[in-house]
């Protein structure tokens, strides 16, 4: 698989990644281990090189099952995880003392030395970005981690963390139906040398085209709480997925794919992370990486992704983002 850089601190990565969260966490009951185990090596094999997971996905157990998948491989991958949330609890904690207990932890799950790439999960408003950059930073000259990431940060954020430890990358969601990162970060990114790391590419399978009006979700789903996959949300937006359906089918493609085509025909610095549970859709996901799409297939994707209805997130859910 061709590779792709992110950011200006010499992490080279596949141009498609693995998000490993939805094997054990947010879409229902976890997978089993073994099937679990079994997919990420298969991605492994069809040349993927960046998995993403965190502590709290599962909690913990996500962290455990891709340290046991990628054992026999870890000098040939990159191990992306995440610190921030309360374990057991509510809201955020940042500050130098817990992330250097739960990268200690992580790493122990993980059976590694070193993660490549260390995520702040989201923005904590109580410790200052400075305190948790330089945090990272002893962390860096520790060996203990290689990289710096934040995830779902805003712009300014972005540049004061970067004061005190360059930012590797910035994982946010990004897709043809949600383009805001367009607006509020690419400009940053380009300026400092971020790469952009983008999660649910697929509009957490509403691209796929195999969700509609009437699908329903799982208790354990958290699309359940999100308001563009209300029942009303998801009959309006069945017209995008029709019209990106009828575009793959002119192009010998899939819906999934043409979207993630499209993620990697904005900037040469995206990867994209992709999750799926099935053996079938990783295959799928990875031939998005040899379909070029044309200008006029480019154009008429801009058009068809300007009329998406619904919020992202809850209320609640969206005020620890973009800080």
């Not at 990106?244 to 995206?270: D, K, M, N, Y």
């Amino acid at each position: 698989m061709q590779k792709r850089k992110l950011g200006n601190q010499g992490l080279e990565v596949a141009a498609l990644g693995l998000g490993c969260m939805g094997l054990s966490h947010g879409y229902g009951p976890p997978v089993d281990r073994q099937e679990g185990i079994k997919l990420i090596r298969a991605a492994y094999e069809r040349g993927v090189t960046l998995f993403d997971t965190a502590e709290v996905y599962g909690p913990f157990t996500n962290e455990e099952l891709v340290g046991e998948a990628l054992a026999p491989f870890r000098d040939e991958v990159s191990i992306a995880t995440k610190f921030g949330f309360v374990i057991g609890g509510e809201g955020l904690d940042s500050r130098p003392e817990h992330i250097r207990e739960v990268v200690e932890a992580s790493l122990g799950r993980l059976k590694i030395t070193t993660i490549d790439l260390l995520y702040q999960h989201r923005v904590d408003p109580k410790v200052p970005i400075e305190d948790v950059a330089g945090a990272v930073k002893r962390l860096i000259e520790q060996g203990k981690v290689r990289y710096f990431g934040l995830s779902e940060a805003g712009s300014n954020t972005l540049r004061r963390a970067h004061q005190v430890q360059p930012v590797t990358a910035l994982q946010s969601e990004y897709s043809l139906w949600w383009r805001e990162p367009e607006e509020k970060t690419f400009a940053t990114l380009e300026e400092l040398g971020i790469g952009l790391v983008p999660f649910s590419p697929l509009g957490r399978g509403f691209l796929t085209g195999a969700i509609d009006a009437t699908t329903s979700f799982t208790s354990g789903d958290f699309r359940n709480t999100v308001p563009r996959f209300s029942e009303e949300n998801r009959k309006a937006n069945q017209a995008l997925v029709e019209r990106v359906s009828t575009l793959a089918e002119r192009r010998g493609a899939t819906p999934a794919q043409l979207a993630l085509a499209w993620i990697l025909a904005q900037r040469p610095w995206i990867v994209p992370i992709p999750g799926t549970t099935k053996l079938t859709r990783l295959t799928e996901n990875l031939g998005a990486v040899d379909l070029v799409l044309t200008p006029d297939d480019l154009r008429e994707l801009d058009a068809i992704a300007a009329a998406v209805q619904g919020a992202r997130y809850s209320e609640s859910t969206q005020r620890m983002v973009d800080r």
